[in-house]
């Protein structure tokens, strides 16, 4: 499956944003899916991710309550809505997509695109 993730942005703290994360190729109703990050000199940090069917979702404890996450399996689209963005969300954001090692563990990776929060 290919993934590619669009909709970051400047923002400035206490904005919203809406990424959305559009898959090509396989089923992506088979997938589950997740928002990585990964800010400059820092690793890759799990954000959120939900499950095939849309039903169960699961956040890192730092965007709860901020961050929304969310698919539309008939647009082979997933999304993640950021509300109260702080300028420590400022990061490259990652979709990604996998079968069997929900909710931290993916097969498959887009791109990313870049989310810049000022203050």
């Known amino acids: 499956v290919q993934l590619q993730a669009s909709g970051g942005g400047l923002v400035q703290a206490g904005g919203s944003l809406r990424l959305s994360c559009a898959a090509s190729g396989r089923t992506f109703s088979g997938y589950h899916m997740g928002w990585f990050r990964q800010a400059p000199g820092k690793e890759r940090e799990f954000v959120a991710a939900v499950r095939r069917s849309g039903g169960y979702t699961y956040y890192a404890d730092s965007v709860k309550g901020r961050f929304t996450i969310s698919r539309d399996n008939a647009k082979n689209t997933v999304y993640l809505q950021m509300n109260s963005l702080i300028p420590e969300d400022t990061a490259v954001y990652l979709c990604?997509?996998?079968?069997?090692?929900?909710?931290?563990?993916?097969?498959?990776w887009g791109q990313g695109t870049q989310v810049t929060v000022s203050s």
């Open positions: 990604a997509a996998g079968g069997t090692g929900y909710p931290y563990e993916y097969d498959y």
